[in-house]
Nanobody, 124 residues
Framework: QVQMVESGGGLVQAGESLRLSCTVS????????MAWFRQAPGVRREAVSC????????YYPDSVKGRFTISRDVAKNTLYLQMNSLKPEDTAMYYC?????????????????WGQGTQVTVSA
């Protein structure tokens, strides 16, 4: 049984940083790609980063490129998202996701497992 638990969200001011964690059980991070998505109220869930199954490649949309960094610790089976220079428009529920293929996808319906989410709120 796959379980994914996010943590690290909170309330910060614009310009500050947060690091999200996603602890995974039942699935190895060095076999499948992993991703972070976010969803604000009334908005479709969007991908904010993906790391390839071998950890060699990371993908980011323009909205977070240069500010967010995805990483993983295979020994701890934990996925991270370092978020710097946060903006009010980054406010959302953040989810980690796992996909049972070798490739990243920006579409939420392509992902097989999800955590329960952690709230990030950025004040102006």
């Amino acid at each position: 049984q796959v379980q994914m638990v996010e943590s690290g969200g909170g309330l910060v001011q614009a310009g500050e940083s947060l690091r999200l964690s996603c602890t995974v059980s039942g699935l190895s991070l060095d076999v499948y790609p992993m991703a972070w998505f976010r969803q604000a109220p009334g908005v479709r869930r969007e991908a904010v980063s993906c790391i390839s199954w071998n950890g060699a490649t990371a993908y980011y949309p323009d909205s977070v490129k240069g500010r967010f960094t995805i990483s993983r610790d295979v020994a701890k089976n934990t996925l991270y998202l370092q978020m710097n220079s946060l903006k009010p428009e980054d406010t959302a529920m953040y989810y980690c996701a796992a996909r049972l293929t070798r490739y990243c996808s920006s579409f939420d319906f392509d992902w097989n497992y999800w955590g329960q989410g952690t709230q990030v709120t950025v004040s102006a």
